[in-house]
């Protein structure tokens, strides 16, 4: 059975920092790139971050460059968002999930709340 749980959300004020994790079960992990993305009511989904296996591999949004740091530690089977700088845009739902093609395309945990207060 294949599962992404998601944790580390939470409310922090503009400027503050979180850390979330997604623990991954259930496939090839460390051969699967990996991808953080977020939702707000009323709006797609929308990508912030991905890491290939390796980690050595990373991409990001324009609104995560420079604030946000994606992560993995295979032995874990854990991929990390570092998330620096928050704004009071950054408030949604954030999801791991695997991109297209990969071990855990289409599977979605039930996601971490990031607020941030304006």
């Known amino acids: 059975q294949v599962q992404l749980v998601e944790s580390g959300g939470g409310l922090v004020q503009a400027g503050g920092s979180l850390r979330l994790s997604c623990v991954a079960s259930?496939?090839?992990?460390?051969?699967?790139?990996m991808g953080w993305y977020r939702q707000t009511p009323g709006r797609a989904r929308e990508f912030v971050a991905s890491?290939?296996?390796?980690?050595?591999?990373?991409h990001y949004a324009d609104s995560a460059e420079g604030r946000f740091t994606i992560s993995r530690d295979n032995a874990k089977n854990t991929t990390y968002l570092q998330m620096n700088s928050l704004k009071p845009e950054d408030p949604a739902i954030h999801s791991c999930?695997?991109?297209?093609?990969?071990?855990?395309?289409?599977?979605w945990g039930q996601g971490t709340q990031v607020t941030v207060p304006s």
């Open positions: 999930t695997g991109p297209p093609g990969t071990s855990f395309d289409h599977y």
């Open positions: 259930g496939r090839d992990f460390s051969g699967s790139d």
């Open positions: 890491i290939s296996g390796s980690g050595s591999i990373t």
